[in-house]
């Protein structure tokens, strides 16, 4: 069955780099079509949508957070990186990766990952 | 960016209960947006999506519809499982967009 996981920090400080890891399994992102998106939620709000990378290394970002953003994959590793630089306190949120299909529906989440920006 | 516009913001319903929730897009998306269900302290859960179409294993008392840039997600018979925050969002221009959330609870 497909699975996904969150990984990284449950805290940093402002100013400092996020680097979370998406690791998968039940598909591969080699496969034609597979697509892992990043989205996120500040506590007691709305969804936000990140980035996501696609089988054939092609990525897309949040125009508003493109010059913060890198996404990644390790093929071998079935794993997604995505990583988000000069960290604030409105950045605090719950970091989700999902599988999203070719038409851009995500139908398989992780559980989240809590991230606190904090001095 | 497009905007989601979705309403109400929080309901309060008798099991049994037809439920509609809206979303307007800001721009003419097609068919582009998906549903997905959100209870407390889990990941969100795709229902729907093109619009229209039921996810696998979703059960049938949910729908959705279009009708322009306006979007119509329907509970046909509301249980107490289907608590949980209901989020629109398009994925017809980047950056995809969510809605701002619909809260279903229990009258």
């Known amino acids: 069955q497909v699975t996904l996981k969150e990984s990284g920090p449950a805290l940093v400080k402002p100013t400092q780099t996020l680097t979370l890891t998406c690791t998968f399994s039940?598909?591969?992102?080699?496969?034609?079509?597979?697509?892992v998106s990043w989205i996120r939620q500040p506590p007691g709000k709305a969804l936000e949508w990140l980035a996501r990378i696609d089988w054939d290394d092609d990525k897309v970002y949040s125009p508003s957070l493109k010059p913060r953003l890198t996404i990644s994959k390790d093929t071998s590793k079935n794993q997604v990186v995505l990583t988000m630089t000069n960290m604030d306190p409105v950045d605090t949120a719950t970091y989700y990766c999902?599988?999203?299909?070719?038409?851009?529906?995500?139908?398989?989440w992780g559980q989240g990952t809590l991230v606190t920006v904090s001095s | 960016d497009i905007q989601m516009t979705q309403s109400p913001s929080s309901l309060s319903a008798s099991v049994g209960d037809r439920v509609t929730i809206t979303c307007q897009a800001s721009q003419d998306i097609n068919n582009y947006l998906n549903w997905y269900q959100q209870k407390p302290g889990k990941a969100p859960k795709l229902l729907i999506y093109d619009a229209s179409n039921l996810e696998t294993g979703v059960p049938s008392r949910f729908s959705g519809s279009r009708s322009g840039t306006d979007f119509t997600f329907t509970i046909s018979s509301l249980q107490p499982e289907d608590i949980a925050t209901y989020y629109c969002q398009q994925y017809d221009n980047l950056p995809l967009t969510f809605g701002g959330g619909t809260k279903v609870e229990i009258k």
């Open positions: 999902a599988r999203t299909t070719i038409a851009a529906a995500d139908d398989y």
């Open positions: 039940g598909f591969s992102l080699s496969t034609t079509g597979m697509r």
